[in-house]
């Protein structure tokens, strides 16, 4: 068959632009296009996400491609400064261009909907629309990236008595949009997740009265440590990369990195997860400790519910310029632990009684893990590997719904890691978002859904999709290493598009044991999350910290490549992995493929 195109990326942030860059410049020649609805490039460092002040969390060095450094001179940034949003933006501007991909990217143009092609051959239709017209158009691709993520569809409910509150009410992805709440005289900060605390610091450094609310019957205020942490005051993203300290993370996958001995020793013996126990407790007493949570109580009303053992990425950092607890004592800002029952003509109602006056309210409310465009025919998600609804009984390319083999997989996990079976409770009143008295979401937010379920956390493991190889996800596991993760997995998916993984999924759709097997191991690390990271992974998409580097050496594994990089076995277990590491990665590859 004849496609428009051999490569469609969906999305033009880090992911997209990674996976774009590696199929263009492994795979040169191939007919390829980015497709992104913001105005600019750059995910959710596109220009019109960005607001004055705001920062990475990672420092400068950690936080970019391994091909294409951020170098000071260049970008304009010091050595252990956070980065500027204007930076990073200008950075994957650069990136696109420097290897070629800047005119494949079509900003302003939505993926509405994306029809498979049942056939060996495979492909898709898609439908596109242009951001500011009303008409669509039709292109084929015989491969489909998907490289939206899980911060581009946001989570806004309705507030009860919102149509009567007559001010600002927006959620926080378009707080650039509202830079002039600033100048009012109070406003409403409504969830304690890294961008409310972004725009509690944002608005009380202007001057402005907040009243910060937080859910007493949600999971609490977020983790949020200095950039160095821990007696020898390292940072957060490169102590989370050093092989030995991630020996004390329960981890599925963790026999990648060759460990599996002292692995084996943290997490199947009691005096192991004794040593876990304490290594996780020194680094959560530590934070809690340098913010000193408990000197003063409206900061102890920040101190996290949740075990830090059991947090993912909503763990932050504090990159501002000012002291943030400092303003937290002011009378700038009043925190509220409680409910919010109705909102009022100018006014906040919490279910305790208590009301403020507002001039503006912002929500920090999360995103929706669904992804952004519809896929056809009717019930493809179930072979895709995408969430969709609970059921049980469900026909066996369901694999998300396979409910005795999720049992299986737990009875694994828990043997494995027993220490997971002491599962944290953070708020013995916790009630999901979405059933919260005071507001109303449509019924899709409130039905359960699934997990994603990718092999890798990248491709369908499904002969629909393997035997076809036109689909992959990119940006969909999150860690503190994101950008590498990019880079790597973008390289992935090159090869197992062009058919050169050294372990192939997709040779395993004629072998039934093979198919088995891989269908278990993909269900098992997507189940993992539920155990491991509840409150985070849970149902929606992978998330972890400590986990990052031996996912790094599974994907390497299955490009051939040997992943352990550095120069001798006490460096190898005790030196931080960084983007410094995968630097000739793509070279090492291609070696690799002129030699078979």
Not at 29 to 46: H, M, P
Not at 127 to 152: D, F, M, N
Not at 294 to 310: E, I, Y
Request: proline share 6%.
């Amino acid at each position: 068959m004849n496609y428009d195109y051999d490569y469609v990326v969906v999305g033009a942030g880090f992911h997209g632009l990674a996976a774009a860059k590696q199929l263009h410049c492994t795979q040169p020649g191939c007919k390829l296009v980015v497709f992104d609805g913001q105005s600019t490039l750059g995910g959710k460092w596109a220009e019109s996400r960005l607001f004055p002040g705001v920062r990475s969390n990672n420092l400068l060095g950690t936080y970019e491609f391994p091909d294409f450094p951020m170098s000071s001179q260049r970008f304009n940034v010091k050595p252990g400064q956070h980065i500027p949003g204007e930076i990073i933006n200008a950075y994957l501007k650069a990136y696109a261009q420097e290897f070629g991909i800047i005119d494949f990217v079509q900003l302003e143009t939505r993926v509405l909907t994306a029809e498979h092609h049942d056939t060996a051959e495979g492909g898709w239709d898609l439908t596109i629309q242009p951001v500011h017209e009303e008409h669509t158009t039709k292109i084929s691709t015989h491969r489909l990236v998907i490289a939206t993520g899980l911060l581009s569809e946001p989570f806004m409910p309705k507030f009860n008595g919102q149509d009567k509150f007559d001010r600002k009410l927006f959620h926080s992805i378009d707080f650039p949009k509202n830079l002039d709440t600033l100048k009012a005289k109070t406003v409403t900060v409504f969830g304690a997740g890294k961008s409310g605390w972004d725009a509690v610091y944002k608005y009380a450094t202007a001057g402005v009265k907040v009243n910060w609310v937080i859910r007493s019957s949600g999971h609490g205020p977020v983790w949020m440590a200095p950039p160095y942490v821990t007696p020898f005051k390292k940072w957060i993203e490169k102590l989370a990369n050093i092989r030995f300290l991630t020996w004390f993370s329960p981890c599925i996958w963790g026999d990648a990195d060759g460990y599996q001995g002292i692995r084996s020793f943290y997490h199947r013996t009691w005096i192991g997860r004794f040593l876990v126990d304490r290594f996780w407790n020194i680094l959560s007493q530590d934070v809690i400790t340098l913010n000193k949570f408990d000197s003063h109580p409206d900061t102890a009303k920040l101190k996290p519910w949740l075990d830090v053992m059991f947090t993912g990425c909503t763990y932050s950092i504090l990159n501002y310029e000012q002291d943030f607890f400092e303003l937290v004592k002011s009378d700038r800002v009043d925190i509220h632990i409680g409910e919010i029952d109705h909102l009022s003509p100018g006014k906040v109602h919490l279910a305790d009684g208590t009301e403020f006056e507002s001039d503006a309210f912002l929500a920090n409310t999360g995103w929706t893990h669904l992804t952004p465009m519809k896929f056809l025919p009717e019930g493809i998600e179930k072979e895709l590997g995408i969430p969709h609804e609970v059921v049980d009984n469900a026909p066996s390319e369901d694999l998300a719904n396979q409910h005795a083999l999720i049992e299986r997989a737990d009875d694994e996990i828990l043997k494995r890691f027993p220490r997971l079976r002491a599962q944290p409770v953070w708020n013995k009143k916790f009630v999901p978002f979405v059933d919260q008295k005071g507001i109303s979401t449509e019924a899709m937010y409130r039905t359960p859904t699934t997990p994603y379920m990718l092999h890798r956390f990248l491709v369908p493991p499904s002969p629909r999709f393997l035997r076809p190889r036109d689909v992959a996800f990119i940006g969909l596991q999150t860690n503190f290493s994101n950008i590498i993760t990019a880079h790597i997995t973008g390289l992935w998916i090159s090869a197992y598009f062009s058919g050169k993984l050294a372990r192939d999924p997709a040779k395993a759709i004629d072998d039934e044991a093979a198919m088995e097997k891989l269908r278990y191991e993909t269900l098992l690390h997507n189940r993992f999350g539920r155990w491991r990271y509840p409150t985070e992974w849970g149902n929606k998409g992978p998330n972890f910290i400590f986990d990052a580097v031996p996912y790094f050496d599974l994907l390497q594994q299955d490009l051939g490549l040997n992943p352990f990089r550095k120069n001798g076995r006490l460096a190898e277990i005790t030196s931080s992995y960084g983007p410094e590491d995968y630097r000739n990665i793509n070279e090492e590859w291609m070696a690799l493929q002129r030699k078979t």
